[in-house]
């Protein structure tokens, strides 16, 4: 049971505490309620631009990490299409420090053309290193397109296209900043060695003074039903042809999504699962398979993934995938098999709440769907799923036409290599 309590600041900063005396360590974590998702179709990969932005520099600190290394904390920060998140950890003797830097980019950033100059080519340097240039590195940039025609999950963080990022200009990234970038838009986690009454002092003293801005109200447009199957075939200097096959599911806020979210684990999770005891083990179709949620906010994908192994016909190994797939919609699976998957889920839950962080962040998108105690409740939502629910789900969700099919084939001459290199290894 995580422990916590609440307090929202005068300008909208919703702000919550979780004291832990058993770490000499302090916790900030800054959750704002952006993502690609809340970027214009014309100006994508902005949500991701300002996690870098928001390290270049605020309106009275020209550098963030120095004063934050000279207290002896560390810091980093995400960007999903959902959030984007923010958190430093300091010896708590020094948490004052954090407070002070987080407080003051969340007042205003530089904003100078060098510094956007910058992280645009740092930005447009990962786009092409890890998305263009990298084997499979462009699979969500061909997946999402595929499974989504009106939301704008259909493009990636990182954006749709580098030129995007290139072309930003100051009064585009104002704009965004603006927008998003307030307390009345943001979720403040104070977690370790602080106790509640110091945390709401340092959050008045820091925090209090920013003016709110405007609470962010999204109006996305909604993705219509996907009412005939999708297929894209590619072919890539790539080691192993590979399988991706996207299915819509509920939203993480769904009273369904942990029915949907089980009935992957049945189909892919860990060497036990359906996918992988048929496909790997026996079939030996493929080399590796898996199957999990995007967990999105609002309605997501069910993913399954894997490699096929050298020589295998992606035709015949995607048949084999559906085949597993119709039996499971076919079919209620069985008490063990249940309680084996929630035993899984509920198993990592109480794994990740060892970390500090991974608390504050559960307390932090809890907070932002309107529940932050959903963290003490995921174990009992979990265990109150049903071999039915699990069944109806599948007939939900596994349906040919409900499903976006992606082969990205290995080019020719690519596995022969890789099976030389792999003799050579040997050897």
């Known amino acids: 049971m995580i422990q916590y309590k609440e307090f929202t600041l005068d300008n909208g900063l919703r702000c919550i505490v979780h004291e832990d005396n058993t770490t000499p360590l302090a916790l900030l974590n800054v959750l704002y309620n952006v993502g ?4 214009d179709e014309q100006h994508t990969g902005f949500a991701h631009l300002f996690e870098h932005l928001m390290f270049s520099g605020s309106v009275n600190v020209p550098s963030y990490d120095e004063p934050l290394q000279q207290a002896g904390g560390e810091n980093n920060a995400f960007t999903s299409p959902d959030i984007t998140n923010y958190y430093l950890t300091v010896p708590a003797q020094n948490i004052e420090t954090g407070f002070w830097l987080e407080s003051d980019r969340m007042l205003d950033l530089a904003f100078n053309e060098n510094g956007l100059e910058v992280q645009r080519k740092v ?51 104002r704009a965004f900043f603006k927008k998003h970038y307030s307390p009345a838009n943001a979720i403040l986690i104070v977690a370790g060695n602080i106790t509640f009454e110091r945390a709401k002092e340092l959050a008045k003293k820091w925090f209090g003074p920013i003016p709110s801005g405007e609470r962010y109200e999204r109006n996305l447009p909604v993705e219509p039903p996907q009412t005939e199957a999708r297929y894209l075939e590619v072919e890539a200097e790539v080691p192993l042809t590979a399988l991706y096959k996207a299915y819509h599911m509920p939203a993480r806020t769904s009273p369904d999504y942990y029915a949907a979210d089980l009935l992957g684990d049945v189909l892919g999770r860990g060497d036990s699962s359906r996918l992988y005891n048929e496909l790997v083990k026996e079939q030996k179709l493929f080399n590796s398979i898996s199957a999990f949620p995007t967990g999105s906010m ?57 970390e500090l962080l991974n608390r504050a962040l559960n307390l932090a998108v809890g907070k932002l769907m309107g ?37 990205y084939k290995a080019a020719p001459g690519n596995e022969a290599r890789e099976e030389l290199e792999e003799v050579l290894e040997e050897e």
């Open 371 to 407: 529940n932050p105690n959903h963290v003490n409740e995921e174990g009992a939502l979990i265990q109150a799923v049903t071999s039915e629910d699990i069944h109806r789900q599948a007939q939900q969700i596994l349906r040919p036409e409900n499903c976006s099919t992606l082969i």
């Open 123 to 173: 930005v447009v340097e990962e786009f092409k290193q890890n998305y263009l240039n990298q084997p499979y590195g462009d699979v969500w940039l061909k997946l999402r397109p595929l499974a989504y025609k009106k939301h704008p999950y259909q493009w990636a963080t990182i954006g749709k296209e580098v030129s995007h990022i290139e072309n930003a200009v100051m009064d585009d990234v």
């Open 298 to 354: 609002e309605p997501g994908l069910l993913i399954i993934q894997g490699k096929l192994n050298v020589g295998v016909d992606p035709q015949a190994a995607n048949a084999a995938v559906e085949a597993i797939v119709e039996r499971i919609s076919a079919e209620h699976i069985s008490d063990e098999e249940l309680q084996k998957v929630k035993n899984q889920a509920e198993t990592s839950i109480v794994f990740s709440e060892i």
């Open 36 to 39: 690609s998702r809340d970027e």
